[in-house]
């Protein structure tokens, strides 16, 4: 499975952006998808995940009501919806695929994008 994010860039606070992560492969449908971030300097970030048939979501307290993941299965995307963003946001975005294990654990997933970088300005 190859990944590749898009949509990110500058934005104020308060402001709302959406990423993409567009899959290859025909087993997309197959694989729990993952949003992880990584600020400069900081460790990788667990941000939500949503599970093979989009039924289930999980997000981190940090961004629980004001993020949400869906997925379409026949487009092979997965989204990341960021509502009200923060200047504590900014972060290189990635998504991530994986078949099973611990899901906030970024060690769990076997794919993985190049990522994508969205900047809040206060």
């Known amino acids: 499975v190859q990944l590749v994010e898009s949509g990110g860039g500058l934005v104020q606070a308060g402001d709302s952006l959406r990423l993409s992560c567009a899959a290859s492969?025909?087993?997309?449908?197959?694989?729990?998808m993952g949003w992880f971030r990584q600020a400069k300097g900081k460790e990788r970030e667990f941000v939500g995940r949503i599970s093979w048939n989009g039924y289930h979501t999980y997000y981190a307290d940090s961004v629980k009501g004001r993020f949400t993941i869906s997925r379409d299965n026949a487009k092979n995307t997965v989204y990341l919806q960021m509502n009200s963003l923060k200047p504590e946001d900014t972060a290189v975005y990635y998504c991530?695929?994986?078949?099973?294990?611990?899901?906030?654990?970024?060690?769990?997933?076997?794919?993985w994008g190049q990522g994508t970088q969205v900047t809040v300005s206060s």
């Open positions: 991530a695929a994986a078949l099973e294990g611990h899901y906030s654990d970024y060690q769990t997933y076997d794919y």
């Open positions: 492969g025909r087993t997309f449908s197959s694989y729990t």
